[in-house]
């Protein structure tokens, strides 16, 4: 087969499908190398301006302030890479903890009923989210601001009409509780090196996401609708359910986190959450997501969960003042996508 094919000018060009790609240029053409060269950079900072930051014990405590995030960074990545996005995801964590506790405590159930109850509901908040995104047309961020809202009022006004306080009722004694904190908030040992489950939970997500997106049709169906919805559609692209399927993805991941909320502490504050999506969104940006849509990696939204927990917790260990906290992880949303907007030019350019 040949790789030319004659043109109107008279002149023969290649076929792109036909070029070979260096090693080179299919690593810059990674969405998560920029926030790979800032996680090293990250990590080396702390190394040597922290003297705990390289202890066993250390690198466990970064992992879990990582996973937390992490968690739910995975499936807001997927969702940006989508073209959309979900200001409702932080609070609608607490949600899920508050449905989960309060079924089981007001009805004497199982805990393990309160848990699968709290799931349909988690995962019904998300079809509504992508449900109303998909008939009314409106933009995502209206959509799920709406959402964030309408959780935040109910989260706060449902806890006290129920439990007469701003906090739900301790589950602890119940039947189940034992076996649930097992799945969702216990701690494992690898190498020496306590570690939470949700660090597992969080590897787990991340291959299952990476898998999706390089290995089936649902992920070159993300990526269209990310590019061009309407040539997405024009392909044969099931625009919609797609859409709807990356805001359940979204929910479940919710309630993932929520349940090791609640089984961690085993009551849950109806004000815990707001806030927390702005976190999920820079996670994903610094891992390479583009906000326009249509570019992006679960891997990436790993490295920036990690990025997050280094910064976190490595402040600490530094013993610096923690405000300065929101600065670095602003100063590094920055030049994480200053950075990725340069690899991806440095990309176009050689092509």
């Not at 079924?103 to 199982?110: I, P």
């Not at 085993?266 to 610094?286: F, K, M, P, R, T």
């Not at 920055?334 to 991806?344: F, H, Q, V, Y």
Request: hydrophobic fraction near 50%; include cysteine; glycine fraction near 12%.
């Amino acid at each position: 087969m040949s790789s030319t094919a004659p043109s109107s000018d008279g002149v023969d060009h290649v076929d792109e499908r036909l070029l070979r790609t260096t090693p080179l240029k299919k690593l810059l053409a990674r969405p998560e190398l920029g926030s790979v060269v800032g996680a090293i950079a990250v990590f080396v900072f702390f190394a040597v301006v922290a003297d705990g930051f390289l202890k066993p014990s250390s690198l466990g405590t970064v992992l879990y302030a990582a996973s937390t995030i992490g968690i739910m960074a995975v499936p807001v990545s997927l969702l940006m890479i989508g073209g959309e996005f979900d200001l409702s995801a932080g609070v609608m964590v607490t949600s899920s903890a508050l449905v989960s506790s309060m079924f089981s405590y007001q009805m004497t159930a199982n805990v393990w009923v309160g848990v699968g109850v709290s799931l349909l509901v988690t995962l019904a908040i998300g079809v509504f989210n992508g449900f109303m995104l998909t008939r009314t047309k409106l933009p995502s961020f209206i959509i799920t601001l709406g959402t964030f809202l309408m959780l935040t009022g109910l989260n706060l006004g449902l806890t006290k009409l129920i439990s007469g306080t701003v906090s739900t009722k301790s589950i602890a004694d119940m039947e189940g509780f034992s076996s649930a904190r097992k799945l969702f908030a216990s701690e494992v040992t690898i190498g020496g090196v306590e570690l939470e489950v949700t660090i597992l939970w969080w590897f787990g997500l991340v291959a299952l996401a990476t898998w999706i997106l390089l290995r089936t049709r649902f992920g070159n169906w993300i990526f269209a609708v990310g590019g061009g919805a309407d040539a997405a559609r024009a392909v044969g692209v099931p625009v919609y359910r797609t859409k709807i399927g990356l805001y359940m993805g979204v929910a479940f991941c919710a309630w993932i986190s929520g349940q090791h909320l609640l089984f961690s502490f085993d009551v849950v504050q109806s004000g815990e959450g707001v806030g927390n999506e702005l976190i999920y969104i820079i996670a994903a940006v610094i891992g390479g997501c583009l906000i326009t849509g249509g570019y992006g990696s679960a891997i990436g939204s790993a490295v920036g969960a990690l990025i997050f927990g280094m910064t976190s917790k490595g402040i600490v260990y530094a013993e610096w003042n923690p405000d300065w906290f929101k600065f670095f992880l602003g100063a590094m949303l920055l030049l994480a996508t200053l950075l990725n907007a340069w690899i991806r030019k440095r990309v176009e350019a050689t092509k």
